[in-house]
């Protein structure tokens, strides 16, 4: 056995699991298991929530909350949009849907290191040596799952890079990471699907065995993603992450890259039924150059894939039970520095939240002329996360217990964000 925490089970050794996967729909008979389809309708009034991560901690004074004239204010201009809202210029295809979302623009938070602010942010939580929380992709899957019975594919899905982990939930709710054309990392695929039935029964039995001898969490824990992996490997579900299946007009709307793959991915698991999807597009470390790399490379990237999913779900019926959430680990400072970039900055940025409920096409909170501070209530990262919870029913009076038996409250406690609950 390869463990390495209560809730961190080496992923190489769970993705050897699915070795021999692309015979999948060959041996689903020889196994004794059926595949099963879920379809569109079961899933339509189901909540869900997707997360646009923006690793590396985006300008949001350059996206969402321009401040034209300033010294700290950059070159772009503001434009009209379809809610009561101004954003950047270059994102003109999100500004004809900007009357769905909303943009939190008074967001005040404690952490500007890069992994302190990614952990912070996916949690509700900050860093502690003695506990790891749960990220939202995990929280949600659990609250969520439930309603889903036949769902075979894992209810947290990471598209395009890692997330945060399950921690005291464990590895049952821990991302499913795969590429943005749909390949699971480390995936071997060279074993026959007779070969492969027999080792899975092998391999079944050793668990039961390891388990049955009491070694602890780990060894419950990596059972119970084992006893997950055949159903998962012979699922007529999985298609759900071939996204080269969409016309290529389709394709083409949401961008051919990996983020506009990603996105057009997690439409299509949420159809599926699944509850919690992070797309990741990086790049947004902008120490240097950051007005040229933001015209040219991430904002016509951003712009064309969240435009293209927001109307993909609103034209299906989808959003109002689809929260969609776009956020980094921090935003950048109003200061440009002397290579013409930003750097980190937690005191006042904005995130951009609608769908499952919210409200859309408003701007929630301010900063001030130059965009150095907070103007009025600020909000943090326990509160985002509370509103998000709480647009997808789940309670906020919610608490789980850590392997140390102390009692947490769902997303820390925090306070709604009431502008944009109904």
Partial sequence: MNFRTPTGMSRRHFMRHLAGASALTGSALAMGHTLKTYGNELVKNRKAAILLWMGGGPSTLDIWDLKPGA???????????TGDVQICEHMPMMAKNMDKMSIVRSMSTREADH???????HTGYVPNPNVQHPSYGSVIAHELASERPDL??????????????????GMAWAPFSVN???????????LQPDRLAQRMKALSLMETGFVKQNRGIAAEEHAKVLGK???????SQM??????????????RYGQNNFGRGCLMARRLVESGVPFVEVNLGGWDNHQGIFNTLENQRLPVLDRAMSALIEDLTERGMLENTAVLWMGEFGRTPRINGNAGRDHWARSWSVV???????????????????????????????????????LG?????????????????????????????
């Fill in 353 to 391: 939240a609608g769908g499952g409920g919210m409200k859309g096409g408003l701007g929630i909170g301010q900063t001030n002329d130059d965009g150095t501070r907070v103007e009025g209530l600020s909000h943090t990262s326990e509160d985002l996360m509370a509103t998000v919870c709480h647009s």
């Fill in 115 to 121: 992994m302190r602010g990614r952990y912070y942010m």
């Fill in 229 to 235: 992996t055949l159903n998962l490997m012979t699922s």
């Fill in 152 to 169: 075979e594919i894992p209810p947290f899905v990471s598209v395009g890079g890692a997330s945060e982990g399950p921690g005291f939930l």
């Fill in 180 to 190: 943005s054309n749909g390949q699971v990392r480390n995936l071997d695929m060279g």
């Fill in 71 to 81: 010294a700290t204010g950059g070159p772009f201009q503001p434009i009209a949009t």
């Fill in 394 to 422: 789940i309670s906020l009076e919610t608490t789980f217990t850590s392997r140390s038996g102390r009692p947490m409250k769902i997303a820390n406690g925090g306070k709604l964000i009431k502008e944009l609950v109904s």
């Fill in 239 to 252: 298609s759900a992450f071939k996204v080269d299946q969409e016309p290529a007009k389709v394709r083409e």
